[in-house]
């Protein structure tokens, strides 16, 4: 059962036309009709119409070009073209530039044309409800990153405070039992505000815009290794960067450092700690064209069965205790906002090397 009349606009320089149509269908249907352009657009612009019907040939405006006229402050309502002659030229400019539903000769057969209006109005209806749906949906969407954000950034001042208070804890009850009671809760604490900035950083990636700056990549590794000195297990891992950049080199700041961010905690993540040389190298060689970064370890490595998902989201297998399975994933997404490539190769119980390779977006 309809929701309600079907709305038909007609656009015809022809009185009698009109007045035929309108004869046939206005038990049906509520129908507009006029002989102008002009007018047309004011009855579009007061009323709901369903459908839009134009005649092709007509003196001042050919139906073509009226309804690429009204397509874009008027895109719901379903186009159909009527015209008396066979004119393939015109047929194909309706299609392409009006958008045009169906292509109608004269005379119309009045149940010919009542059953193609009713085709057109279902494609209607379909075409709303796809709309409302996928408004609803974006709204959800939008509701559940806003949320997911705040409660991020909620989580991470207690999470700071907790372990503020275990590094004092620590110095007033300095027995060993005590010490790896502290020892756990930290790890754990470390691991949950780690899982929350990537949360952060995940938002941030998908919804801010580039703000494209010039990059001093010796800056940007010491800040970054700086931020990491005091990490756990860092103390027990060398350090090594190298730094090739002479020219002007342009990007986004903000997602390098998240790609950079995750691939050093990962590299202490999954350092080897039975191995007496623990070391990580962060090298950049800055082209004019583009910079390729290379992270590699001397860690625990990757299995052939992993590699090729490390990059999906919330992938880490059963053993694995310390990955929040959404790390790579943001420098996979970082890196493809930068228009650039990452690739992965890795032996296990040898080390791991990520190659990550960004344009020049001077």
Excluded at 40 to 50: C, G, K, R, S, Y
Excluded at 106 to 134: C, G, H, S
Excluded at 166 to 186: C, G, H, V, W
Aim: proline share 3%; charged share 25%.
């Amino acid at each position: 059962m309809r929701p309600h009349k079907i709305r038909i606009l007609y656009l015809d320089d022809e009185e009698n036309n009109l007045t035929s149509f309108k004869a046939a269908f206005r038990r049906d249907y509520k129908i507009f009709t006029t002989t102008t352009a002009q007018e047309a657009v004011q009855i579009l612009t007061d009323n709901e119409i369903h459908i839009v019907i134009s005649d092709q040939k007509m003196p001042n405006i050919s139906g073509v070009e009226f309804f690429e006229l009204i397509v874009p402050d008027f895109p719901e309502p379903i186009r159909m073209l009527l015209t008396g002659y066979a004119d393939i030229e015109a047929v194909i400019d309706a299609i392409n530039k009006g958008q045009v539903y169906r292509y109608i000769a004269k005379p119309w057969n009045e149940q010919e044309l009542k059953m193609t209006i009713e085709n057109a109005y279902d494609v209607f209806l379909t075409r709303q409800q796809i709309n409302e749906k996928n408004e609803a949906l974006e709204k959800a969407y939008t509701e559940l990153e806003k949320f997911v954000y705040s409660a991020s950034h909620d989580l991470r001042a207690p999470l700071v405070s907790i372990l503020g208070v275990i590094k004092l804890a620590r110095t007033e009850n300095p027995d060993n039992q005590s010490m790896q009671y502290f020892q756990m809760i930290e790890k754990n604490v470390n691991r949950l505000d780690s899982f929350v900035q990537n949360i952060i950083h995940y938002y941030q990636n998908l919804k801010n815009g580039e703000i494209i700056s010039a990059i001093n990549f010796d800056n940007l590794f010491m800040e970054v290794l700086e931020h990491y000195a005091h990490y756990d297990g860092a103390s027990e891992v060398e350090f090594k960067r190298s730094v090739n950049q002479s020219g002007e080199f342009n990007s986004d700041e903000l997602r390098l450092k998240m790609i950079l961010n995750n691939l050093v905690s990962n590299a202490i993540k999954y350092r080897d700690p039975n191995k007496s040389d623990q070391y990580f190298n962060l090298t950049v060689d800055c082209q004019s064209d583009k910079a390729v970064i290379e992270i590699s370890d001397n860690g625990k490595g990757i299995d052939r069965d992993s590699i090729g998902q490390i990059f999906d989201m919330f992938f880490h297998k059963s053993e694995d205790n310390v990955s929040t399975g959404i790390g790579l994933y943001i420098v996979k997404e970082a890196v493809e906002k930068l228009e650039g490539t990452v690739d992965v190769s890795s032996e296990p119980g040898q080390g791991a090397k990520f190659v990550v390779e960004i344009p020049n977006r001077s």
